[in-house]
């Protein structure tokens, strides 16, 4: 259920201003699968795809390739192919997706780190590993979903295991085919259109405020001269939230607010 | 021809300080009931290569691997795995090899064609070159001169498989959507072990699903075990789903080391039987 009001459109929560924002990273992307990781971006990619960008691809959150686009943890009423781990990792490699990836730890350059915290030989925390990260960050146009902005996650200075490759990082034909996009979290959108691409504010959530954002983050964020607020859902896109995609609610268990 | 053998007999040929790959992916259809049977057998300082998930936390917590090759440990639906992150803080694994999962892939891939390596762009600009310093580079010999990642073959003593059906023969069937990289393990192994739900004569497979469906061939197998609930508490689609209350307790008896000598005691103690006993009777508690 959602109760809460935190903007200037009444009754939107803020898991559904980040539900906005993450649909907004695959605006343009044509028919490429969008990967997501996490309740919010998936329900983000699944929004864009009954709106704006029908042609995306997703999955059912395993193998199967969803024709339809059915509500957080339903069977696809019908299913337009199979996307094995295999073939998901061939399609990485040839670069038809655009992935939304959580972090552990995120440093202003835009690397990443799931794998381990602190020393990687014999870490203070043991995370999942580097998992697809390094892959997906030299293949794929990359964002990220932050639940959680503080600055445990942003962290001052560099990312202890780098997993998905931030800026800087990669040199000559290396890099050809990296492409970050945008950083989502519960307070704000991110860019990388800083000075040497560095990680730039783009918009906060109605209800969060830059300070917020700025005290929240590790490093020095680069601020434009006016910070916009994060777009208001349509009365459409609030309906297909709550009543097609999640009618359990489920984006306010990961975005409190 | 007839490679039926029971678990036991399957990791006797086994020895410790042997490299053993071990198909699934996280927590699912993980041969479970073969590594239920290296805890019995005390195979030792093992080399482990896995898309790694509670085959991993078992025989870490056990201290059976000395070298783990992975790209991620993990439960799915609880995303770290317990023992995992116990070895991994405690010191207790000895060596990790860190992979991206396309680079695990490229690996296993170059094993099973009988190359030194593959090239790939993952893991390029990431510290899975600084953690791996063994881990070179080679340059494109033609005129786009691109530097890609050399990821060695991943040469296997032994695969470890689960799947739903096999004929004595040793082709196993896969009836799920994902077959992961099973085939891939078995090809790149010198031996291969492939546990299943059910044992079917090989006219039977065709009943169960498409010729496609025979995911590993029997060139590539060198024991079938009939292993029903084989890949337990892990999925294996279709037959079961992850059994996520068992998989609840599992965890929450790995965060505390006399829950998990309690945890051992009871499931782990005995042969495959007594496990799917002790199971049963968890499982008849809970619907008390």
């Known amino acids: 259920m959602t109760t809460s009001t935190t903007g200037t459109e009444p009754g939107v929560s803020r898991a559904e201003y980040c539900v906005i924002a993450c649909a907004e990273a695959w605006r343009g992307d044509g028919e490429v699968l969008a990967a997501a990781m996490g309740v919010v971006p998936t329900l983000g990619a699944r929004l864009a795809k009954l709106t704006f960008e029908p042609d995306l691809l997703i999955t059912d959150g395993e193998a199967l390739l969803a024709a339809d686009v059915p509500a957080l943890g339903a069977t696809p009423a019908a299913v337009e192919g199979a996307l094995p781990y295999r073939k998901h990792l061939e399609l990485v490699a040839m670069g038809h997706r655009h992935v939304m990836m959580g972090a552990g730890q995120l440093d202003r350059h835009g690397n990443q780190n799931i794998s381990a915290i602190g020393d990687w030989s014999r870490p203070a925390r043991q995370l999942l590993g580097v998992r697809g990260a390094p892959g997906n960050t030299v293949n794929n146009p990359t964002s990220y979903w932050i639940p959680r902005h503080s600055t445990r996650v942003f962290v001052t200075g560099r990312v202890d295991v780098v997993s998905g490759v931030g800026h800087g990082r990669l040199h000559g034909t290396a890099g050809r085919f990296q492409d970050l996009r945008r950083i989502v979290t519960d307070l704000a959108v991110l860019d990388f259109g800083g000075p040497e691409r560095a990680i730039r504010l783009v918009s906060v959530h109605p209800g969060a405020t830059v300070e917020q954002v700025v005290a929240a983050t590790g490093f020095p964020l680069v601020l434009p001269d006016a910070v916009p607020s994060t777009r208001e859902p349509s009365a459409e896109e609030l309906r297909l939230i709550r009543d097609v995609l999640d009618p359990r609610g489920a984006r306010d268990r990961e975005v409190r607010g | 021809m007839d490679k039926r053998m029971n678990a036991d007999e399957a990791v006797s040929r086994l020895s410790s300080g042997m490299t053993v790959g071990i198909g699934g992916w996280g927590s699912r259809r993980k041969p479970m009931a073969?590594?239920?049977?290296?805890?019995?057998?005390?195979?030792?300082?093992?080399?482990?290569?896995?898309?790694?998930?509670?085959?991993?936390?078992?025989?870490?917590?056990?201290?059976?691997?000395?070298?783990?090759?992975?790209?991620?440990?993990?439960?799915?639906?609880?995303?770290?795995?317990?023992?995992?992150?116990?070895?991994?803080?405690?010191?207790?694994?000895?060596?990790?090899?860190?992979?991206?999962?396309?680079?695990?892939?490229?690996?296993?891939?170059?094993?099973?064609?009988?190359?030194?390596?593959?090239?790939?762009?993952?893991?390029?600009?990431?510290?899975?070159?600084?953690?791996?310093?063994?881990?070179?580079?080679?340059?494109?010999?033609?005129?786009?001169?691109?530097?890609?990642?050399?990821?060695?073959?991943?040469?296997?003593?032994?695969?470890?498989?689960?799947?739903?059906?096999?004929?004595?023969?040793?082709?196993?069937?896969?009836?799920?959507?994902?077959?992961?990289?099973?085939?891939?393990?078995?090809?790149?192994?010198?031996?291969?072990?492939?546990?299943?739900?059910?044992?079917?004569?090989?006219?039977?497979?065709?009943?169960?699903?498409?010729?496609?469906?025979?995911?590993?061939?029997?060139?590539?197998?060198?024991?079938?075990?009939?292993?029903?609930?084989?890949?337990?508490?892990?999925?294996?689609?279709?037959?079961?789903?992850?059994?996520?209350?068992?998989?609840?307790?599992?965890?929450?008896?790995?965060a505390d080391p006399s829950a998990w000598a309690a945890f051992e005691q009871r499931f782990l103690s005995g042969d495959e039987q007594d496990y799917r006993a002790a199971v049963a009777a968890l499982r008849a508690e809970a619907n008390r």
């Open chain 2, 34 to 254: 073969l590594v239920r049977a290296i805890l019995r057998a005390g195979l030792r300082d093992l080399t482990v290569v896995s898309y790694g998930g509670p085959d991993i936390g078992l025989l870490a917590a056990a201290g059976r691997i000395q070298h783990l090759v992975t790209a991620f440990v993990t439960l799915d639906s609880i995303p770290l795995e317990p023992h995992f992150r116990a070895a991994r803080e405690s010191g207790a694994l000895e060596r990790l090899t860190e992979y991206d999962e396309g680079m695990l892939l490229q690996g296993l891939t170059a094993a099973a064609h009988r190359l030194p390596f593959l090239p790939t762009r993952a893991g390029l600009g990431s510290d899975v070159l600084r953690v791996n310093p063994e881990l070179r580079t080679v340059v494109s010999p033609y005129p786009d001169g691109e530097e890609l990642v050399a990821v060695p073959a991943l040469r296997l003593d032994a695969a470890l498989v689960h799947l739903n059906r096999a004929d004595r023969l040793g082709n196993g069937q896969c009836l799920g959507p994902d077959p992961y990289m099973d085939d891939l393990f078995c090809a790149a192994a010198d031996t291969a072990y492939l546990s299943c739900e059910r044992l079917v004569d090989t006219a039977e497979l065709q009943k169960e699903g498409p010729p496609g469906s025979v995911l590993v061939p029997r060139w590539s197998v060198t024991g079938v075990v009939e292993a029903p609930g084989g890949a337990h508490f892990t999925s294996c689609a279709p037959d079961y789903d992850r059994d996520e209350s068992f998989q609840r307790a599992y965890a929450q008896a790995a």
